[in-house]
Every structure is written in C-alpha cells, then in structure tokens.
C-alpha cells in the first residue's frame, strides 16, 4: 500500500499559481504512475494529470493543457502539479492516486485528445486538498 499526502492548497485569484504536492510513502515501488484528479460536488471527478515513472510519459485534461505541468523527483518521492492561469472551473478537491500501471492514461476516443485518465485504474489515494479560484 502507498500512503499519499497532497498540500499546496489553497484560495487564488483568476490568473494566478498553485503548485500542489503529493509526498509517497510505505510500498512506492508500487507507484508505477500517479495521477492528479479533482472533484466537484454534484460533478463526476475528474483527471486532470498524470506521470508515468517508468518512462515519464505524462497526459492532461483537454482544458488545462498549456495551463498545468506535472512533474516528479523520485529521490523524494514526490510529483508535483503546477497550476499556472488558474480558472474558477479550476475550483476542486484536488486528489493524488498512485497506480502499478505502467502507462498513466488509457486511449478514449470520446476525448478530443483521444486520452482518459481513469480513477478507477488507480488504487491509493490522498485524503485530498482543496483548491479555490476566485473570479
């Protein structure tokens, strides 16, 4: 089992930054990819992001590519999400889940990308952070 501690949260204004952390503990050997995902009440969550660790292959939701970056340092065992022009339909909780599947994301070809990042392929997850964008 992998432990997952997001942070970096917070409240912003439109336009601006974010950078969210998520620290992996206990089995990482596991973590074979990690995704960023999102949840809005009312809404169904999301993916937003995610890394392959064994080649680093990366995938985005359509609306914040060109926005958001993720990236990772194994030796802390850390990914990060940058968050930059942030938007109010940005506003979320902001989950990490780590995954034993080597490619992050899963062809879809009801996406304009032809990509999903699928939660349901990912087994552990972080309590969650929330993220506000004010207009």
């Known amino acids: 089992e992998v432990q997952l501690v997001e942070s970096g949260g917070g409240l912003v204004q439109a336009g601006g930054s974010l950078r969210l952390s998520c620290v992996a503990s206990?089995?990482?050997?596991?973590?074979?990819?990690i995704g960023w995902f999102r949840q809005v009440p009312g809404k169904e969550r999301e993916g937003v992001s995610c890394?392959?660790?064994?080649?680093?292959?990366?995938d985005y939701l359509d609306s914040v590519k060109g926005r958001f970056t993720i990236s990772s340092d194994n030796a802390k065992n850390t990914v990060y999400l940058q968050m930059n022009s942030l938007k109010p339909e940005d506003t979320g909780v902001y989950y990490c889940?780590?995954?034993?599947?080597?490619?992050?994301?899963?062809?879809?070809?009801?996406?304009?990308?032809?990509?999903?990042?699928?939660?349901?392929?990912?087994?552990?997850w972080g309590q969650g952070i929330q993220v506000t964008v004010s207009s």
């Open positions: 889940a780590a995954s034993d599947i080597e490619k992050c994301y899963t062809n879809y070809t009801g996406s304009p990308s032809g990509t999903i990042i699928l939660g349901v392929l990912y087994d552990d």
């Open positions: 206990g089995s990482t050997f596991d973590a074979v990819s």
């Open positions: 890394i392959s660790n064994s080649d680093g292959s990366t």
